[in-house]
């Protein structure tokens, strides 16, 4: 019974009506995406003896095969849920002729005319499939219908083939029933395998998918390599400005008190104990500067050590949930307590949060770090502030960053991190 119900659900799923539109909707396309290209196509190769006039039309020709691939692109979307990335590069800032070779020597560009030509033949087969397949099943099931509805009850089914009376009425309906959900399932088919030649055809390539990877680890890359100097800056700045100037400080102070020794011992005493506090103040300034970078504890006891080092220092309470049983590489963990610093960080210094969550957990293969205070909300990491350089750690190992802020709170930055070891 369960499965007859759901045979009967399927034939009423607007999915299945979905890939019928499809299947019904390729052909009037087909028809006016081959007669359009084949119209282009001859007109480009009969007006070759004049070279300038064939350039416009095979522009047009390319022009239009785009034009055709953006509709099935959508026309998948739409109807058959399949997202399909455009495969095409952007164009050249400037140069006729290097735009035309830009369209013209690549292979998406004729797959797409290929697929210009070949939605006519497609499109009538899925035509032929979506209206076959609905309409036996339909006719059975109106049979007893067009029986009642006859003089004599008969019905000529073929030329000199008559049906008498309800005795093939009811039967029919039967087989109807029988065929509906069959219907429902050949048509899915179908559109199914019409997407898939939609994205063969229409989706990015082999080359086009290794061009865009390259082209999103390069930028990658560089904005990794831009942190990390934004890193090394700031670095310098704290040690110039911070521990450096207390060892210069206390290297004078020491210098003086051993001058005064002979002479003054009261203020060498004095001098010293100075610079016994300028040397732990610079020892306090350097270990903080250490524990930003990584922090032994978080190479010797993972993230729960180190991360309940950072949250007992927050001037905002932190409620921190650990729970990482396997620990990840060396360079994730490193990102993940970065991460998380600086998030904590930028609460107490912007959000004027009364407390803030922290939530890192693995799932699988892939590390969860979740930061959420009850601030006043308003962050944005596509300002350039330093959200932006958090969001460039992340990527930089393949990695998922989101930050959701509406004004007035809460904030919430969403972390994924592989843990490939």
């Not at 190769?45 to 034009?67: D, E, I, K, M, Q």
Request: glycine share 8%; hydrophobic share 50%.
């Amino acid at each position: 019974m369960a499965s007859v119900t759901r045979a009967m659900r399927d034939v009423v799923s607007p999915r299945t009506w979905r890939a019928t539109a499809q299947l019904v909707v390729e052909l009037p396309a087909g028809i006016a995406s081959f007669v359009a290209m084949v119209t282009l196509i001859s007109l480009t190769f009969g007006l070759l003896v004049v070279f300038p006039a064939a350039l416009v039309t095979a522009a047009l020709a390319f022009a239009s095969a785009r034009l055709i691939g953006w509709f099935g692109r959508w026309r998948a979307k739409a109807l058959l849920d399949l997202d399909i990335d455009a495969p095409h590069r952007p164009l050249p800032p400037k140069g006729w002729w290097a735009r035309i070779k830009s369209q013209l020597f690549v292979a998406s560009t004729w797959r797409e005319v290929g697929y210009s030509l070949l939605a006519l033949p497609v499109g009538v087969a899925t035509s032929v499939v979506a209206v076959a397949s609905w309409s036996v099943p339909i006719t059975l099931l109106l049979l007893p219908a067009t029986v009642w509805a006859m003089p004599d009850h008969a019905v000529y089914v073929w030329p000199g083939v008559q049906l008498h009376g309800w005795y093939a009425a009811g039967p029919a309906f039967v087989l109807g029933l029988v065929l509906l959900p069959l219907a429902a399932v050949v048509v899915r088919a179908a559109a199914a395998a019409d997407g898939m030649m939609t994205r063969a055809l229409l989706g990015p390539g082999r080359a086009e998918r290794l061009d865009e990877r390259v082209a999103e680890l390069t930028d990658r890359r560089a904005r990794v390599v831009d942190a990390v100097e934004i890193d090394r800056r700031r670095l310098e700045r704290d040690l110039h400005d911070g521990a450096q100037q207390r060892l210069v400080a206390l290297a004078m102070d020491l210098g003086r008190a051993q001058d005064k020794f002979d002479t003054d011992p009261d203020a060498a005493r004095a001098l010293v104990a100075d610079a016994h506090r300028e040397a732990k103040q610079a020892l306090v300034e350097l270990r903080d500067l250490a524990r930003g970078l990584h922090p032994a504890v978080l190479t010797d006891r993972g993230l729960d050590a180190a991360l309940s080092g950072v949250a007992a220092r927050s001037p905002v309470p932190v409620k921190l949930d650990v729970d990482v049983a396997e620990r990840p590489s060396a360079t994730v963990e490193g990102i993940a307590y970065f991460v998380v610093c600086e998030a904590l960080t930028n609460v107490a210094k912007h959000a004027s949060a009364h407390r803030a969550v922290v939530t890192v957990a693995r799932r699988g293969e892939r590390l969860l770090v979740e930061i959420t205070d009850d601030g006043h909300g308003g962050a944005d990491a596509s300002t350039g502030t330093g959200l932006a350089g958090l969001r460039d750690r992340v990527e930089g190992v393949d990695g998922w960053l989101h930050v959701s802020s509406p004004s007035g709170g809460p904030t919430t930055i969403l972390v994924e991190l592989p843990c490939a070891s």
